[in-house]
């Protein structure tokens, strides 16, 4: 038991990371405002271009690719619909609020070459807080900085918060913005992190803005996402930190490299974590879980757009031997001597069922984890729907789970 606990006063409520995805749906990236925000927001899907011909300029190529790529796509949904399992229901009530907000997957990416197009579009509608939005009126202390990167690349850029009058040796959540690998910044759902965990539990929140695919494949990314953790370990008491109390936080493509990094710092020698918290996490490339196919054509993130997220981050290695566990964490064939973990999911997305197959593998080898799967919950339903009632009981559980690891 460490002898400095998390406070138990204040709210117990806690943001999800959409993917940006949403997370993300990080549909996770946290975000507690009763105002809607979702990466893979409605939008207006990008109309295939006429194929090119052999001279067409370079531009209208990937447009036809793109067309090729989402018509086949489509006939591989129309040829897997027959043998496909009914949908799971929504939650009667997030389906009100889901409604409402029209077509999200018109507005997801058909393709890499379409990546920049929902950047822009998610720019426009979910813009990222600035710095004094973050201060909060001076309730929090906010600052970036850039940390030295992997061998060779570019410092990676981190944003440090804490709320203002914290003691030192405070916990640490390391947090991994989401995105489908694609998309997200490091300022990604952080007013819903500071308010909700930060605040209450006397949390630092160091939030890491990883390189993204598909112009920075494999292994950038995660390789980023650890030069941030060993900085963080390493210069913990300096953010005012303890380095022995650092739990790594991610949702969607965020919770992917959330267990990726426990696995880096295991093998690797690295920081010993208190705890991994990811939220329905982005963990298998091969995409063909039960649940991935029953929910196609269904809810936020679905398995086309999850296709584009994994085939920007592996190329044409995606769905092969080929791909290694740090790159997709559901290929780890070792899964022992890691930290303690919680991990969750909608009953009703993609990543259910990689979700609830890598928490039984942890507890098949004796180690920690906490599961949850919330019925009638779509991707990234925490943050799309934060005012129901399974939205709250999600927020709340983390909440309760990450004030009982740090108080270890």
């Known amino acids: 038991m460490n002898t400095r606990p998390v406070p138990d006063d204040g709210p117990q409520q806690t943001p999800a990371t959409p993917p940006r995805i949403t997370g993300p749906a990080a549909p ?8 809607p925000t979702v990466p893979t927001a409605p939008g207006t899907p990008a109309t295939p271009a006429t194929p090119a011909t052999p001279k067409a300029p370079a531009d209208q190529a990937d447009q036809a690719d793109q067309a090729d790529q989402a018509d086949q796509a489509d006939q591989a949904d129309q040829a897997d619909q027959e043998s496909r399992p009914a949908p799971v229901p929504f939650d009667p009530e997030a389906a009100i609020v889901l409604d409402g907000l029209g077509d999200l997957r018109g507005g997801e990416p058909s393709s890499p070459a ?15 807080p600035t710095l004094e939005e973050l201060r909060d009126g001076g309730r929090f202390k ?18 440090i918060a804490r709320p203002a009058g914290l003691s030192g040796g405070a916990p640490v959540v390391y947090h991994l913005h989401g995105g489908g690998m ?33 112009e920075h494949p494999y292994p950038a990314g995660v390789e980023d996402c650890y030069a941030g953790l060993v900085w963080v370990a390493r210069h913990a008491a300096e953010v005012g930190g303890a380095a022995e109390r650092i739990v790594v936080v991610g949702g969607s493509a965020g919770g992917g490299l959330t267990a990726a990094v426990a696995l ?8 010993r974590l208190a705890g991994q918290l990811a939220m329905c996490p982005m963990l298998d490339d091969r995409n063909n879980t039960p649940s991935a196919r029953q929910m196609a054509g269904h809810g936020v993130w679905d398995r086309r757009a999850n296709d584009v997220g994994w085939t920007s981050l592996l190329g044409e ?6 791909v290694p566990s740090y790159a997709a964490p559901a290929r780890a064939t070792d899964l022992s001597g890691l930290p303690p973990a919680y991990i969750d999911a909608g009953a009703a997305e993609t990543y259910r069922d990689e979700g609830v197959a890598y928490a039984t593998r942890i507890w098949q080898v004796g180690g920690d984890v906490e599961l949850h799967v919330w019925s009638g919950g779509f991707h990234g339903f925490d943050q ?22 740090l108080n270890r």
Request: charged letters at 25%.
């Open 28 to 35: 996770a990236d946290p975000a507690a405002s009763a105002t």
């Open 264 to 271: 880096m710092a295991r093998d690797r020698g690295g920081p």
């Open 317 to 322: 290695a995606r769905g092969t031997d080929r």
């Open 142 to 159: 906010v600052v970036e900085r850039a940390v030295p990167g992997p061998d060779g690349a570019p410092d990676v850029p981190l944003l």
């Open 384 to 405: 799309i729907a934060p005012d129901t009632a399974v939205a709250r009981d999600a927020r709340e559980a983390r909440v309760r789970w990450l004030r009982r690891v």
């Open 182 to 214: 694609i998309g997200g910044t490091g300022r990604t759902g952080m007013p819903g992190i500071l308010r909700e965990w930060a605040a209450p539990l006397g949390l630092v929140v160091v939030s890491a803005e990883y390189r993204l695919a598909p």
């Open 114 to 128: 379409d990546v920049p197009r929902w950047r822009a579009y998610l720019a426009e509608t979910a813009p990222d």
